[in-house]
Each structure stands twice: as C-alpha cells, then as structure tokens.
C-alpha cells in the first residue's frame, strides 16, 4: 500500500482486514481543541465535539449517589455525558474489585490489586459496554468482559513498565508496578490477570448463548496474541533507534499494539448485545479508527505535557528513540490525522439509533480531545 500521501481513509483501511497480521490501516489528521463544526460529523448532529476532564478526576471529585438511576444523556450535553462516564466507572470499579480479591498468595493478588485497582480512564470497559447496549444488551451481559480487557489492558501496562521493556517508573500518577513489587512478581501478577481474564469471561458472563461466550473467548485471544498486541510490541522493540521506520511501518505497529485491544473491546460487547455481522463490522471499523485515534493523540501528549499532566514519564518515547507520528510528520499534521480519524470513525454509527449511539459518539471524542 503505497503512503505517498499518508493520510488513506479507514475505509481503504478496513478492505485489507482480511488477516490481522497483515494489516496496514489507514492514516487520518486532527487538531486536538479542535474548530470543527458539526456539520464535519454526521448529518444528524449528533457528534458535537466534548472537551472533558479524565474520568479519574471526575471519580475524585464526585461519588456516586447510592441506588442512582441508569444515566442516559443528549448527545449535545456535556454534564450528562460526565455523568454518564461516573456512573459506568463506577460500576467497572465495584465489579473489578469483587473480581480480582485479596487472598493467599498475598504478595500476587496485592501486586494485581495495586495496578487494576489504580484508576485509569477505563475506556476499554465503557466502550465494550456502550457498544453492547447500543444493539440491545444490557451492561449486566457486558461487565465480565469489560472487566477482563481492563484486566488484560493492565497485565500490559505492568509489563510494558519492566527495565526491559519501556523502563518506567511512574504510571497513572503512581510508581510502577515493579518499583513496589519488584521485576519478579509484576511479571507474574500480570501473568495471572491474563489468565484469569478468560476465566472470568467464561464463568461470570450470564444469560447469553454458550457460543457467544466462545466467540469473544476466541476474539479477545486474537487480539492480544502474535497476531495483535503482541505482534505490535514485538514489532515496536525491534524498531527501536531505526531510522528506516515510515508510516505504513508505524501504522502496523499501533494498530496491534493500541487499537487491537480497544477493537476487541468493541466487538466483545457487540457480540454479547446480540448484533449481526453486519453491525460487528460496522462496530470493529469505528473501534479500528478509534483505536489508531488513541495512539496518535498519546504520541501527541508525549511531546506537549508533562509527566505530572500525563500521570506517566512524558517524551520517553523521544529518549528512548522510538517513531512516532508526529516524529515523522510534525505535530500539526498528527492532529489532522486525529481529526480525521475520530470523523471517519463516528461515520460508521451513521446507521444506528442516535441516543443508543451518543456514548460511543462521546467516547470517540473524548479520545480526541482528552489531556492525558
């Protein structure tokens, strides 16, 4: 795929879905505090941009009332999609903390405790479970699998931390995982949430078909093994310090590392909801774009805050001498591309309903437009 100009849609990105492993998405722009109009999104207006504050300040500030009603929102209110985003990390929190309980072996449920339990964002699990409400599932359905790409996002973060990999010492505004627990066990704690994220899927999901249930199992492993995150890690540590790295190269590396799981997160919830292949992949191209979306604006934030703004080290991407997209094409031309992906990815919700739609609308732009 030639990257003369590099910035090919999500559609021509999509075409070449046929084998993971050989995908080459698509690149697409974007200012972050953008100047867009409605009128860029779709035609039903329901895409008005949102600037937010992180959800783990928004959890820091407010608590959740008990026995609150089930938040719905208008698309064009901000308030409510705040409200929106407590109510579901909230419930991500309580069910992630019953999940994962302090027992024998101390030591490694303590270590996968500091990391799950650390805050975060919790995009994956609202976004698996925004897409199962969309067709008709309820959050209830969703929850395990939400729980279990959290958990699988977070083995991630915790080895991705180690010396040997990103050598990091501070994440989510926290010390590392290996800085309290050492190299040893953070190898191990991470090893065990992957492993009990399936367990969880398949013992906790209820009142769905058993072959949905095998179905997101199937999903999810493809999407963090040699043929998605693992592939764009491996990938990406290989590509340390070579000068010879360019777009499509680049591309191929977030689209596995990032977006995979972020897809996955989708899917899973489509699937669990009930939707037909057709709306599966509708749902994995907008989750595709959104995915690559959230990689760009992190290359972004890497070079433009700081690491007590972003909660992690910021420019050691820059240390460590790693491609980036604004390293190959310039900040300006990276927000383009962000822009341009958050369009093209609200662009395949154009056939579903507009209220059931408005969390996975908001979501996108809060990708978009967030600060760390």
């Known amino acids: 795929m030639s990257l ?40 039903n207006s329901i895409t008005k941009p949102f600037i937010l504050s992180p959800i783990s300040a928004i959890l820091a500030k407010e608590q959740q009332e008990e026995g609150k009603t089930t938040q719905t929102f208008s698309p064009s209110s901000t308030s409510n999609f705040k409200a929106y985003m407590l109510e579901k990390a909230s419930s991500v929190n309580k069910a992630l903390e019953e999940a994962v309980l302090l027992q024998e ?11 799950l339990l650390a805050g975060g964002k919790r995009v994956r699990p609202m976004l698996c479970i925004a897409a199962c409400e969309l067709v008709g ?36 505004g926290k010390p590392t995982n290996h800085k309290i627990f050492g190299e040893d066990v953070t190898v191990l704690a991470g090893d065990a949430l992957l492993a009990y994220a399936f367990e969880h899927m398949a013992v906790a999901t209820k009142g769905v078909p058993s072959e949905r249930i095998v179905r997101v199992i199937g999903e999810l492993a493809k999407c963090i093994g040699s043929e998605g995150l693992v592939a764009g890690q491996v990938v990406d540590i290989c590509s340390e310090g070579n000068s010879d790295v360019g777009l499509d190269h680049l ?51 890497d070079v433009t805050k700081s690491s007590q703004e972003l909660g992690k080290t910021a420019g050691k991407d820059l240390l460590a001498d790693k491609t980036t997209y604004p390293k190959l094409i310039g900040i300006d031309k990276s927000k383009e591309f962000a822009e341009k992906l958050n369009r093209e990815a609200q662009e395949q919700l154009a056939g579903f309903d507009p209220q059931k739609a408005a969390p996975l609308i908001a979501l996108a732009n809060y990708i978009a437009y967030r600060d760390n």
Request: glycine share 4%.
């Open 251 to 301: 591309e191929f590396i977030h689209i596995h590392k990032t977006a995979a799981l972020l897809e996955g997160s989708v899917v899973l919830g489509a699937i669990l909801g009930g939707a037909n292949d057709q709306e599966v992949e509708k749902l994995r191209k907008f989750a595709r774009c959104i995915g690559l979306l959230f990689q760009v604006v992190d290359d972004i934030l």
């Open 105 to 115: 072996p101390l030591k490694i449920h303590e270590s996968m405790r500091y990391s």
């Open 137 to 172: 599932g309820e959050e209830s359905t969703a929850m395990p699998s939400a729980c279990a790409v959290e958990m699988i996002h977070t083995m991630s973060l915790m080895h991705d931390d180690l010396p040997f990999m990103d050598n990091d010492d501070l994440r989510r």
């Open 4 to 43: 003369v100009n590099p910035f090919v849609t999500c559609s021509q990105m999509n075409n070449l879905q046929s084998s993971r492993s050989r995908l080459t998405p698509s690149l697409l722009p974007h200012p972050l505090k953008n100047k867009l109009s409605i009128s860029h999104f779709s035609p």
